[in-house]
C-alpha cells in the first residue's frame, strides 16, 4: 500500500467488521446498516427478493484508498454483502510489484491508435516507450506470481469473510494470450482461495485461446466466464461454450444493449443456465447515442432483467458496476447504494 494513499482507520475497519458479525451471530434483519431486505449472506450473492445481487469492486475505482481495507469498507458502505474482485485489490495486499506505467496516458494511446487509426510521431514514440515498459513489467509480475504464498489470499479472504462479503468472482490480469500457462494456473487457483466459483475476463476473440482455458478451467474446478463490451451479440459466446461446460458467460447486459442488440432479455433466457455473473448498467441504443447513464434514465432494462431473474429464479448474481459519472457533491459509495436501491424498487 502507498504511503499516500488516506488509509483507513483500522479502529473503524475493526468495529465495522465486529458490528457485521455480530449482527451474523445475533441473526437480526439487518447488517450494518444495510437495508431491511437484505437478510443474510447467500452463496452467490447479496439475496434480494430471491435474486443474488453484488457489485464489481472496479466500482469504486474513483476513491482515494484502494487498499483491501478500504475497498472492504466501501463495499459494507454500499449495504452489499459480495462481490466480483478485481485482481490489483487482492494482489496488492499480497505484494504484487507496483506498476511504473501510466496506464491513463497508456490506454489513451492505444485507444486513440485503434479509434482514429494513426498517431503522430511523438505519440508513436511515447507509446512504442510505453509498450516496452509495459511487456517489463508484465514479465515482472508473472515472476512474482510464480513465487507469492498463498498464504496472503487466504489472509485476505478471512478478512472479506470475518465482515460477511462473499466473493463470487475473480478478475485478475492472468488470462490474456500475453500470459503465460503458469500464471492461467495460479489465477484459478488463487480464485479457489478466494472462494470465487469462476473467474472473468474479457472475451479473447480467439478460440484455441477459449479452448485452453475451457481445458484448464476443467482441471481447476472453476469456470471461465467470458466479458464483452459492444462486440457482444446473440452467438458471441457460442463457440467458447460449446467448446467446454467451464466455459461461460459473463454477461453486461448495458454493453449489449448499447451493440443495438435488440430484445436484450432474450440473451438472459438463452444462457440463463450458462451466465455466471451479470454486469448491470444503464446504456442508450445507438439510436439514442450509447451514452452510460444514471440507472433509469437510458435504455437498458435493468428492471426486467432483475424480474426475469426473480420469476425464473436465476441464480446467476447480478452486479453492480459503476461507470456513469459521478454527479458533484456525491462519490462512488453514494451511487452505488443508489443502484441498489433501485434494484430494491424494482423487485419490490
Not at 452510460?292 to 424480474?307: F, Y
Request: net charge neutral.
Amino acid at each position: 500500500m502507498e504511503p499516500s494513499k488516506k488509509a483507513v482507520s483500522r479502529r473503524t475497519f475493526i468495529g465495522t467488521t465486529a458490528t457485521v458479525a455480530a449482527g451474523t451471530a445475533l441473526g437480526g434483519s439487518s447488517l450494518f446498516g444495510a437495508p431491511a431486505i437484505l437478510k443474510h449472506i447467500g452463496d452467490t450473492g447479496t439475496p434480494a427478493a430471491g435474486v443474488s445481487l453484488g457489485v464489481i469492486t472496479y466500482s469504486f475505482r474513483s476513491m482515494a484508498d484502494q487498499s483491501a481495507e478500504a475497498i472492504l469498507q466501501y463495499v459494507l458502505d454500499s449495504g452489499l454483502r459480495a462481490i466480483e474482485l478485481m485482481g490489483d485489490t487482492a494482489e496488492s495486499f499480497a505484494g504484487k510489484p507496483d506498476n511504473p506505467l501510466d496506464r491513463r496516458a497508456y490506454f489513451g494511446l492505444r485507444r486513440k491508435q485503434r479509434e482514429v487509426g494513426k498517431l503522430d510521431a511523438g505519440e508513436e514514440k511515447q507509446l512504442a516507450e510505453m509498450q516496452q515498459q509495459a511487456d517489463a513489467y508484465r514479465k515482472e509480475v508473472a515472476q512474482w506470481r510464480a513465487s507469492v504464498s498463498p498464504g496472503k489470499f487466504r489472509e485476505f479472504r478471512s478478512m472479506y469473510d470475518a465482515a460477511g462479503v462473499r466473493i463470487y468472482a475473480f478478475k485478475p490480469a492472468a488470462f490474456g494470450m500475453e500470459n503465460t500457462e503458469q500464471e492461467m494456473h495460479w489465477g484459478m487457483e488463487t480464485a479457489k482461495i478466494l472462494g470465487a466459483s469462476h473467474v472473468t475476463l474479457e472475451h479473447p476473440g480467439d478460440d484455441a485461446h477459449t479452448m485452453k482455458l475451457g481445458r484448464l478451467a476443467k482441471k481447476h474446478g472453476v469456470y471461465v466466464a467470458y466479458h464483452g463490451h459492444e462486440q457482444q451479440t446473440p452467438t458471441f459466446w457460442d463457440t467458447a461454450l460449446n467448446q467446454s461446460a467451464y466455459n461461460a458467460l459473463n454477461l453486461d447486459l448495458g454493453h449489449y444493449v448499447a451493440a443495438g442488440n435488440p430484445a436484450p432479455l432474450g440473451i438472459i433466457r438463452k444462457h440463463h443456465d450458462r451466465i455466471r455473473s451479470m454486469h448491470l448498467k444503464d446504456r442508450q441504443t445507438p439510436a439514442h447515442g450509447k451514452g452510460n447513464l444514471a440507472w433509469g434514465s437510458g435504455d437498458t432494462p435493468i428492471a426486467g432483467a432483475l424480474q426475469l431473474m426473480k420469476k425464473n429464479n436465476y441464480s446467476f448474481p447480478a452486479t453492480i458496476e459503476l461507470e456513469y459519472d459521478i454527479p458533484e457533491g456525491s462519490d462512488a459509495v453514494g451511487e452505488v447504494k443508489k443502484c441498489l436501491e433501485f434494484c430494491r424498487q424494482a423487485l419490490g
